[in-house]
């Protein structure tokens, strides 16, 4: 028999990166995310929670038609829903920097490109990344704007 039957060990699984790309490890039992992307989520519900509860107590508050206070719990979801949005879009874009060709860290050493994208030293040269830019007629067409040709005009013959 195997030694780990015998025991009744299992081999640990490989490790699976975070759901939400941020370079780290997540588990079964966090829902695959690591655990500052675990913290951030329960924060977001806990605010969710808070929302849909002062939503709710304003609704009951009013005393108007019940069709209105359906509309104010309505536009409490979809203002929440939005902020949740925004608050991750941001987060990913203030987050870890990453190449966008083999997804390296490059923090502060990163390269960004024309083509609005950020590239680790490898891969920050456009013909490593396959950018479709003509740097050659660019630096044609700008030595020709600067320096436009002057012609004289012709001095006619006495």
């Known amino acids: ?6 025991t009744g060990c299992r081999a640990p699984e490989d490790p699976v990166l975070c759901i939400n790309d941020c370079d780290f490890f997540g588990s079964a039992a966090t829902m695959n995310m690591c655990s500052k992307c675990q913290k951030d989520m329960i924060l977001l519900k806990q605010e969710h929670a808070k929302l ?4 709710s107590k304003d609704v009951v508050h ?6 209105e206070s359906k509309l104010a719990l309505a536009d409490g979801a979809v203002a929440f829903a ?3 949005s925004q608050i991750s879009q941001v987060k990913s874009k203030e987050g870890l920097k990453k190449c966008t060709s083999c997804r390296k860290r490059v923090g502060l050493t990163g390269f960004s490109c024309k083509c609005g994208d950020i590239f680790c030293a490898v891969h920050h040269y456009s013909d490593k990344h396959d950018y479709p830019f003509d740097y050659r007629n660019a630096g044609q067409n700008a030595i020709a704007k600067e320096n436009p040709i002057i012609v004289a005009e012709k001095l006619s013959k006495i």
């Open 62 to 67: 009013r005393s108007s038609s019940s069709d």
């Open 52 to 55: 849909t509860d002062a939503s």
């Open 82 to 84: 939005n902020l949740a």
């Open 1 to 6: 028999m195997e030694p780990s039957k015998e």
